[in-house]
């Protein structure tokens, strides 16, 4: 008996999706052999990437089950969405998503200009040694870790030891010391902020920078322009590409605070927790602390999924402006 064979469409298409499938193999061979060693490189940063966020996805579908450590989430109940009712309707999650907005929006607010400005500033310096010093300073502070910039404030801004207040003292003007001021608390951490990841943050604005052709900048001084016209006309559009990427991926994080430095500065100071808890620190001691679980991966699920549609918003607006995006 013999095999009925396919019609002659279907099996030029068949034969189109093998070669199409077989060029794909030739093309990936060529790239691995021609940048093995940078694939190698990859297998560090792939493996981390699988341990610490992909394989605990697993985890949130407890923000579904009434949770229980003795019975695992096999002996769990299935409870759905009841987790996420709980968290809307608390008292005090709408305090917690005013704090997390204001603070995250100020930081970009006043956060995101500053690398750009920062990068441009010593793109423009002419002194080799200068700039690199100027870079080499202005990194510094990213590798302090939040507990170090901790002491450092103390020692400057302390009330009764501090730099600062024995200089205020001397010239006789009343000082507050402006980590445990409700009214400037907020002001201190964005500043704070700023100061720390400002160097590190210009790098990429840097890198694009240095990849302008600078025969554009030597067409313009023959037509006369000069160095404001060549910044607005050549110098920004040239990075507005990299800017709006980067303000993407900022957006993205907008529900997402610096959880160790608002931690290390609230200092269980029950006035500064009212000002600036946000949802990091809510879910520390509403959920882990607790011992509610649940309500912690909700909280997860749900600056996850805020943030998503706030990058596919900012995403879409940038590409409508010329700018492209991230896809």
Known sequence: MTTPRPPDGTVKNMERAIIKNDKRISRFKRSFKRSKYLFILMIPGVLWYICFHIMPLYGISI???????????????????????????????????????LISFLKLACGFPMPIILALSVNAVTKKYFRK??????????????????????????????????????????????????????????????????????????????????????????????RARQLVS??????????????????GGLLSGDFEQVYLFQRGNPDLVDRSDIF?????????????????????????FVGAVLVFITNAISKKLGQGGIW
């Open 63 to 101: 923000a579904f089950f009434d949770y229980k450590i003795a019975l695992g989430l096999k002996g769990s109940k299935f409870i759905g969405f009841e987790k996420f009712e709980t968290l809307f309707q608390a008292a005090e999650f709408t305090r917690v998503l005013k704090n997390t907005l």
């Open 133 to 226: 010093t100027v870079q080499t300073i202005s990194y510094m502070p990213h590798f302090l870790s939040w507990v170090i910039v901790f002491g450092i404030c103390g020692v400057l801004f302390n009330g009764y030891t501090g730099v600062l207040e024995k200089l205020f003292y001397s010239l006789k003007i009343p000082y507050k010391d402006p980590t445990l001021t409700k009214g400037s608390f907020i002001a201190f951490l964005v500043l704070s902020s700023m100061w720390k990841g400002m160097g590190m943050s210009s790098i990429i604005y840097l890198a694009a920078l240095s990849g302008i052709d600078p025969q554009l900048y030597e067409a313009a001084r023959v037509d006369g322009a000069s």
């Open 234 to 251: 050549i110098t920004i559009p040239s990075i507005l590409p990299v800017c709006a990427i980067v303000l993407i991926l900022s957006v």
């Open 280 to 304: 990091e620190t809510w879910t520390l001691r509403n959920g882990i602390t607790a011992g509610r679980y649940s309500i912690a991966a909700a909280i997860g699920i749900f600056q996850s």
